[in-house]
C-alpha cells in the first residue's frame, strides 16, 4: 500500500481514496483465472478454489507454494480449530437463546462440541464428523479413547481461544449490524475455478450492504485486508468501506479504510497466485529462482532442497542453539 497509516486510539487506520469499479475487479478476476481454468480443463483434473491462503502463501514464498501439495491433508487441530468456533458460534446464534449474550467462547464451543457427541454423523459437516471422532479421515490407526479426547480438547481450546479474537475484534454481544454468515463464492464463467472470500464477520450498513469486513488471522493485515476486500467487492458487487483485521500473534486491532491502492495490491495477489496454482496443476514442484527465506521456512516441504531456505534454516538453529533439557542442566551444576 502507498497510502500512510496513522494510530488513533491503538487502532491503526489509513486514509480512503475513490474505490475501484467492482465490475472492473470482476473483470481482472476473470482474466487473471482463464489460464487456470484452461489448465484443469484440459487436464480434467479436480476444480481449484482460490482463497486468501493461497495468496499470502505465494507472497512469502512462491518456490514453497509451488512445493506444496495438491489436495486437502486431512484435520488437525490447528485446521480444525477455526471451522469448529465458527460451526460453535453459528448454532449458538441460532438457537436464539436469551442468555446466549452471557456465554463465553469456552461455554460456546464446549455446548457445541457435547450437542456433537450426542448426534447422528448425518447432521454434521466434515469438520463436525472428525471432532465426533477425531481420526475419522486422517489416520487408519485404531486409537485409544484417551488419544481421542486429547485430539479432541486441544482442537476446543483452540477454538475458544480463536473465537476469543473474534470477539474482540466484534465486540461482545456484537451490535445488530454484525453477521457471522458468509459472504459467498465467486465462480468463473466457464466453472473449474472459484474464488473464496473468507472473512470470519462483516458489518452491514442501513442498506443492508457489507461495509465493514473483520478477520481473525495470524498474517500481515495489510495483504490479508487487500485479498478479502477484493473478493468481498467481486462476490458482492459492492466495495466495503473498511477491514478490521484482529491479528492473534499481536492481539492488536487494526482498522484499514479502503482505498485504490488496498484495491490493486488484492489484484495483483489475486492474479500472482492464479499464476502459481496453473503451475501446481502442470506439475511444476519447485523453483529455487523464486525463492524467499525467513521464518516460513521452518515448515517449508522443500527446505532441503532450497539453497536460501537450507541457509536461513541453519543460520536460525545456530542463534537459537540446541535446546536445553533440564536433566542436562541439572548434571551441569
Known amino acids: 500500500m502507498t497510502c500512510s497509516a496513522r494510530t488513533t486510539q491503538g487502532i491503526a487506520t489509513t486514509a480512503p481514496m475513490n474505490r475501484s469499479e467492482p465490475a472492473e475487479l470482476a473483470r481482472r478476476a ?5 489460464p487456470l481454468v484452461d489448465l484443469v480443463s484440459a487436464r480434467a ?15 512469502r514464498c512462491p518456490a514453497g507454494y509451488l512445493a506444496e501439495t495438491e489436495g486437502w491433508p486431512g ?9 469448529l468456533a465458527r460451526a460453535a458460534l453459528w448454532a ?13 467462547p469456552g461455554s460456546i464451543v464446549a455446548m457445541h462440541i457435547r450437542a456433537l457427541m450426542s448426534q447422528g454423523p448425518a447432521s454434521m459437516s466434515s469438520v463436525e464428523k472428525w471432532i465426533r471422532d477425531p481420526f475419522l479421515e486422517t489416520s487408519g ?8 479426547r486429547a485430539w479432541r480438547q486441544e482442537t476446543a481450546a483452540r477454538a475458544s481461544l480463536w473465537l476469543a479474537h473474534l470477539f474482540r475484534a466484534t465486540g461482545w454481544p456484537p451490535d445488530p449490524a454484525v453477521r457471522f454468515a458468509d459472504i459467498g463464492i465467486w465462480s468463473h464463467p466457464r466453472g473449474s475455478v472459484s474464488l473464496a472470500a473468507t472473512v470470519d464477520a462483516h458489518r452491514v450498513d442501513r442498506d443492508g450492504e457489507v461495509d465493514e ?18 473478493t468481498a467487492t467481486i462476490v458482492g458487487s459492492h466495495a466495503p468501506r473498511a477491514v478490521r483485521v484482529m491479528n492473534r500473534r499481536t492481539a ?72 536445553e533439557l533440564v536433566s542436562q542442566s541439572r548434571q551441569a551444576e
Open 141 to 148: 490407526r485404531q486409537l485409544t479413547d484417551l488419544e481421542r
Open 75 to 83: 484435520w488437525s487441530p490447528p485446521l480444525a480449530a477455526r471451522s
Open 213 to 230: 469486513l473483520i478477520l481473525v488471522t495470524d498474517d500481515a493485515p495489510d495483504l490479508a485486508a487487500a485479498f478479502e476486500v477484493v
Open 92 to 104: 449458538a446464534t441460532s438457537a436464539s437463546r436469551p442468555d446466549f449474550a452471557s456465554d463465553d
Open 30 to 34: 476473470e482474466v487473471a483465472t482463464r
Open 252 to 323: 492488536r486491532t487494526t482498522e484499514i479504510l479502503v482505498d485504490e491502492p488496498l484495491l490493486d495490491t488484492g489484484a495483483r495477489l489475486l492474479e500472482a497466485s492464479a499464476e502459481l496454482r496453473g503451475l501446481r496443476v502442470q506439475g511444476v514442484r519447485f523453483d529455487e529462482v523464486a525463492a524467499a527465506s525467513g521464518s516460513h521456512c521452518r515448515f517449508c516441504p522443500a527446505v532441503e532442497i532450497c539453497g536460501a531456505g537450507s541457509a536461513w534454516y541453519a543460520h536460525s538453529e545456530a542463534r537459537a542453539g540446541p535446546l
Open 45 to 59: 483434473a479436480a476444480s481449484v478454489r482460490l482463497a486468501r491462503r493461497d495468496a499470502l502463501a505465494v507472497a
